[in-house]
Nanobody, 112 residues
Framework: QVQLVESGGGLVQPGGSLRLSCAASENIVRMRWYRQAPGKQRELVAG???????NYADSVKGRFTISRDNAKNTVYLQMNSLKVEDTAVYYC?????????WGQGTQVTVSS
């Protein structure tokens, strides 16, 4: 059983920044961040492999950066130039073999 613990969410004004963290109980090859806004489907935000290859949703390219510290089994999501439409619950996701694991989610609210 892989445990994922997220932190770093909160309330920020438009144009502000936040950094989310996801600490895993073991090293996972590929990890992702998803988000789900009220009334919308959960969507992929960004992903990163153990080698550091990354991918992003078009809506966050140039504003968000995913990174990882393999020594700490931790993945980060640096979010800059936040917009109201980035408001959502952000979830950390990992897959080991064929089994997916989700964190509990952390709320990000962008509002003036």
């Amino acid at each position: 059983q892989v445990q994922l613990v997220e932190s770093g969410g909160g309330l920020v004004q438009p144009g502000g920044s936040l950094r989310l963290s996801c600490a895993a109980s073991e090293n996972i090859v590929r990890m992702r961040w998803y988000r789900q806004a009220p009334g919308k489907q959960r969507e992929l935000v960004a992903g990163i492999s153990s080698g550091g290859n990354t991918n992003y949703a078009d809506s966050v390219k140039g504003r968000f950066t995913i990174s990882r510290d393999n020594a700490k089994n931790t993945v980060y999501l640096q979010m800059n130039s936040l917009k109201v439409e980035d408001t959502a619950v952000y979830y950390c996701y990992a897959i080991r073999g064929l089994t997916p694991y989700w964190g509990q989610g952390t709320q990000v609210t962008v509002s003036s």
